[in-house]
Nanobody, 121 residues
Framework: QVQLVESGGGLVQAGGSLRLSCAASGSIFSINAMAWYRQAPGKQRELVAS???????NYADSVKGRFTISRDNAKNTVYLQMNSLQPEDTAVYYC???????????????WGQGTQVTLSS
């Protein structure tokens, strides 16, 4: 069974940086796209950044210039480098993989368990 395992969240002061990681476990053949979403208390889950296989990236306007998404295809891992963090970045961050093909089956849309990022002012 394939799982997405996130790490790297925590408590950080405003202006600081964090790097989130998300590794897909299992015998993975291919992943079309990987992305990071976040959900703040009382708000809907929103896309933060995504990267498709060809390397094209997409960012929410609120994080452009501050966050960078990257992938290590050999490790089936996606990263989110977050700089100049602000209190409004406080949320649970979720990893997402789309069109994941593995020995254990095909997953159209797979989610991680989430990792908390909290900003202190």
């Amino acid at each position: 069974q394939v799982q997405l395992v996130e790490s790297g969240g925590g408590l950080v002061q405003a202006g600081g940086s964090l790097r989130l990681s998300c590794a897909a476990s299992g015998s993975i053949f291919s992943i079309n796209a990987m992305a990071w979403y976040r959900q703040a208390p009382g708000k809907q889950r929103e896309l933060v950044a995504s990267m498709i296989n060809g390397g094209r990236t997409n960012y929410a306007d609120s994080v452009k210039g501050r966050f960078t998404i990257s992938r290590d295809n050999a490790k089936n891992t996606v990263y989110l480098q977050m700089n100049s963090l602000q209190p409004e970045d406080t949320a649970v961050y979720y990893c997402n993989a789309q069109n994941l093909d593995s020995r254990g089956g095909y997953y159209a849309n797979l989610w991680g368990q989430g990792t908390q990022v909290t900003l202190s002012s």
